[in-house]
């Protein structure tokens, strides 16, 4: 699922930070811009390879400027005719006449940006990825453990909530119990962060809802972090003890929005530490992330006695 975003909404966003003034085209603030696809999201005044917003600084108006009348006056109708979602205006630059004429008739929105044209699309590119990312929400508790993005996964009453209490007393912090969101905001990242409605909450059997901000401070509190780990809880039933590899590997993957995420198994059974298991698990999976696997040690110690 991708979020829709209309100008209006990327007005309301950025007001203050852009320090944007709606100039014209008043009455396309619901134009959405699409993810995919052509055209493309932001970039400089193209007439040929036209932007979903296109950014005219100094060089681009002066160019313009330059033209014959009537070059000028076809170059910007063809501009506005190519039907942008928005047109801004960098460096606090002043519209040209046709410009505003030109915005009111094809309902286009015209922005002007106090901040240079490259600042200005540095930023909303990051704003778009962002905003328009693909999106999932999860089931789990969303926690950072050892400096990662750790989800903890399993069936209701397994003791996720219980045991992310038992992390957060142990210094870890908490980014999102019960429902995280998560966005493929690059090629290998997904960005996981918190629903403003259930932000600082933790729901524990037998206690109810807890605020851990309150409760811990607010430098328990993450933000967002990127998911790189997966602890999936499973009770321990009699006779699947006899089922578990304890030599081989039990890391599988799970894909969550084209991304393999690892994923660990952890058994749950009375007396075993799953808060030291957790952070077990996290440090070897840092370890495999710097190449090296402990089963392939041992493994290979073994055959270099056996030769």
């Not at 950014?55 to 009348?69: D, F, I, P, Q």
């Not at 090296?292 to 270099?304: H, S, W």
């Amino acid at each position: 699922m991708t979020e829709s975003l209309t100008v209006q909404t990327l007005y309301d966003d950025l007001l203050a930070r852009l320090r944007l003034k709606w100039l014209a085209g008043a009455g396309g603030g619901e134009r959405e811009f699409a993810q995919r696809g052509n055209p493309g999201l932001i970039g400089h005044f193209n007439l040929i390879h036209a932007n979903q917003a296109q950014v005219l600084g100094k060089t681009e108006l002066n160019y313009l400027a330059n033209l014959r009348k009537n070059w000028r006056q076809d170059a910007s109708e063809q501009l506005f005719e190519n039907d942008p979602v928005v047109i801004l205006l960098a460096d606090e630059c002043a519209p040209p006449d046709e410009f505003v004429q030109l915005a009111d008739r094809f309902n286009v929105p015209l922005l002007q940006s106090a901040i240079p044209s490259n600042d200005l699309i540095n930023d909303l590119r990051y704003y778009f990825t962002h905003k328009l990312a693909d999106r999932i929400t999860l089931h789990g508790v969303f926690l950072e453990v050892l400096s990662i993005g750790v989800l903890l996964t399993g069936d209701s009453g397994v003791g996720k909530s219980e045991l992310a209490l038992e992390l957060i007393s142990r210094g870890h912090r908490l980014v999102a119990d019960d429902a995280p969101e998560f966005a493929r905001i690059a090629p290998d990242i997904l960005n996981g962060n918190c629903p403003s409605i259930i932000q600082d909450f933790l729901e524990v059997r037998g206690l109810g809802v807890l605020n851990i901000r309150a409760m811990y401070g607010d430098s328990i509190i993450k933000k967002g972090k990127y998911l790189r780990l997966i602890i999936e809880l499973k009770h321990l039933r009699q006779g699947d003890a006899a089922f578990v590899d304890r030599l081989r590997d039990q890391q599988q993957t799970r894909n969550v929005l084209g991304l393999d995420i690892p994923v660990f198994s952890l058994p749950v059974a009375p007396g075993r530490n799953l808060a030291v298991l957790v952070e077990a698990a996290v440090r070897n999976h840092l370890l495999r992330l710097n190449g090296y696997n402990a089963g392939e040690d041992l493994a290979a110690r073994q055959r270099r006695l056996m030769t």
